[in-house]
Antibody
Framework: QVQLVESGGGVVQPGRSLRLSCAAS????????MHWVRQAPGKGLEWVAF????????HYLDSVKGRFTISRDNSKSTLHLQMNSLRVEDTAVYYC?????????????WGQGTLVTVSS | QSVLTQPPSVSGAPGQRVTISCTGS?????????VYWYQQPPGTTPKIVIY???NRPSGVPDRFSGSKSGTSASLAITGLQAEDEADYYC???????????FGGGTKLTVL
């Protein structure tokens, strides 16, 4: 069965870096575009970043452009989000989500999320 | 402040019908990008309930339906059940932002 398992979250000071990973199983990662979506405590969903199935192009939320980098290693079935210059407002649960061509590229699977807390 | 506007909350009694609106603009919903709806019960991860404006994934009850007109979309839920109590989010692509956007979310309370 399809599984997405995020890791790498934690508590970090403002200005520092963190790298999130999303381990994919039960499907061929290289066939699908992937997204990161975050949810601040008690708040709504916020799209963060997208990477094409082959890594050929990426898109970012304006507030993370130049600070976050989405990447993928299809040979290891893993998605990453490198987060630099972290800000307090980046505090959130970060989910990786898989696109589904069957659902017109809506997300058919989400990970359980990993919590990133940016605090001094 | 999201570019997609949803009411913060809606409520209804069991068996009733509720609708949740999602208002966008000419750079997102009005630009004919597909609209998705996600359901997120408390303490769980989101689940897609509508894709491409009007379509239901297999396993989603036919009590859920989607519509789209102009720069707005709506999710309707008929025959409300206690299990429908959740936060609901609309999502689409925005060409001016070159990225995807979610609505602010609507909390559905089943009275």
């Amino acid at each position: 069965q399809v599984q997405l398992v995020e890791s790498g979250g934690g508590v970090v000071q403002p200005g520092r870096s963190l790298r999130l990973s999303c381990a994919a199983s039960g499907f061929t990662l290289s066939d699908y575009g992937m997204h990161w979506v975050r949810q601040a405590p008690g708040k709504g969903l916020e799209w963060v970043a997208f990477i094409a199935y082959d890594g050929s192009y990426t898109h970012y939320l304006d507030s993370v452009k130049g600070r976050f980098t989405i990447s993928r290693d299809n040979s290891k079935s893993t998605l990453h989000l490198q987060m630099n210059s972290l800000r307090v407002e980046d505090t959130a649960v970060y989910y990786c989500a898989k696109e589904s061509p069957e659902y017109s590229y809506g997300y058919d699977y989400w990970g359980q999320g990993t919590l990133v807390t940016v605090s001094s | 402040q999201s570019v997609l506007t949803q009411p913060p909350s809606v409520s209804g009694a069991p068996g009733q019908r509720v609708t949740i609106s999602c208002t966008g603009s000419s750079s997102n919903i009005g630009a004919n990008y597909d609209v998705y709806w996600y359901q997120q019960p408390p303490g769980t991860t989101p689940k897609i309930v509508i894709y491409a404006n009007i379509n239901r994934p297999s396993g989603v009850p036919d009590r859920f339906s989607g519509s789209k007109s102009g720069t707005s979309a709506s999710l309707a839920i008929t025959g409300l059940q206690a299990e429908d109590e959740a936060d609901y989010y609309c999502q689409t692509y925005d060409s001016s932002l070159s990225g995807w956007v979610f609505g602010g979310g609507t909390k559905l309370t089943v009275l």
